[in-house]
T-cell receptor, first 110, second 112 residues
Framework: GIQVEQSPPDLILQEGANSTLRCNFS?????LQWFHQNPWGQLINLFY???GTKQNGRLSATTVATERYSLLYISSSQTTDSGVYFC????????????FGKGTLLTVNP | DSGVTQTPKHLITATGQRVTLRCSPR?????VYWYQQSLDQGLQFLIQ???????AKGNILERFSAQQFPDLHSELNLSSLELGDSALYFC???????????FGDGTRLSIL
């Protein structure tokens, strides 16, 4: 099946700093989503981005499908950004499941 | 609020027991997915239903079963529970395939 690798596994920032999270995948994808799992365990949709670039406030994402990677940018980080960020992909063919990476644990200190 | 409703939020039970987790998808969504999140396995796909029919199976144990009803809500049944079944179980829904999946808040299952 498709492989998803996220880096870095852990990231510690001071409030106000910027960061870039990376997601590499091993095959072509029909669906790529970024999620934030907050300390209460909720999985929050950030972006649906199988290709191209999107922005939502301080967050933006870019997927370069031909090179099999996606980037999530967080600018001016806040303590509420802390949590685990997951990249999840749906491969080609008739397999519609999302395969998740192991996530990046982000800690933003005040 | 994703619009996907999962009940119960927490469930504590004993080994050998059987439980049922319930999921109501977002209005208009025909696909329902179940995922399991555990510390050692991460987030793993279990099973998908589309408009009442099973469409894809993942790493779902034989002790687990699921169904999607005519009103599109879904239930995940876990039987002969073992300590290792303790996990966070998520339901997600989408309009169809190759569409964004929206996740419920999960059911946290603890086996004592």
């Amino acid at each position: 099946g498709i492989q998803v690798e996220q880096s870095p596994p852990d990231l510690i920032l001071q409030e106000g700093a910027n960061s870039t999270l990376r997601c590499n995948f091993s095959d072509s994808v029909n669906n790529l989503q970024w999620f934030h799992q907050n300390p209460w365990g909720q999985l929050i949709n950030l972006f649906y981005i199988p290709s191209g670039t999107k922005q939502n406030g301080r967050l933006s994402a870019t997927t370069v499908a031909t090179e099999r990677y996606s980037l999530l940018y967080i600018s001016s980080s806040q303590t509420t950004d802390s949590g685990v960020y997951f990249c999840a992909v749906e491969g080609g063919g008739s397999n519609y499941k999302l395969t998740f990476g192991k996530g990046t644990l982000l800690t933003v200190n005040p | 609020d994703s619009g996907v409703t999962q009940t119960p939020k927490h469930l504590i039970t004993a080994t050998g027991q059987r439980v049922t987790l319930r999921c109501s998808p977002r209005s208009g969504d025909l696909s329902v997915y179940w995922y399991q999140q555990s510390l050692d396995q991460g987030l793993q796909f279990l099973i998908q239903y589309y408009n009442g029919e099973e469409r894809a199976k993942g790493n779902i144990l034989e002790r687990f079963s699921a169904q999607q009803f005519p009103d599109l809500h879904s239930e995940l049944n876990l039987s002969s529970l073992e300590l290792g079944d303790s996990a966070l179980y998520f339901c997600a829904s989408s309009v169809g395939w190759r569409q964004p999946q929206h996740f419920g808040d999960g059911t946290r299952l603890s086996i004592l």
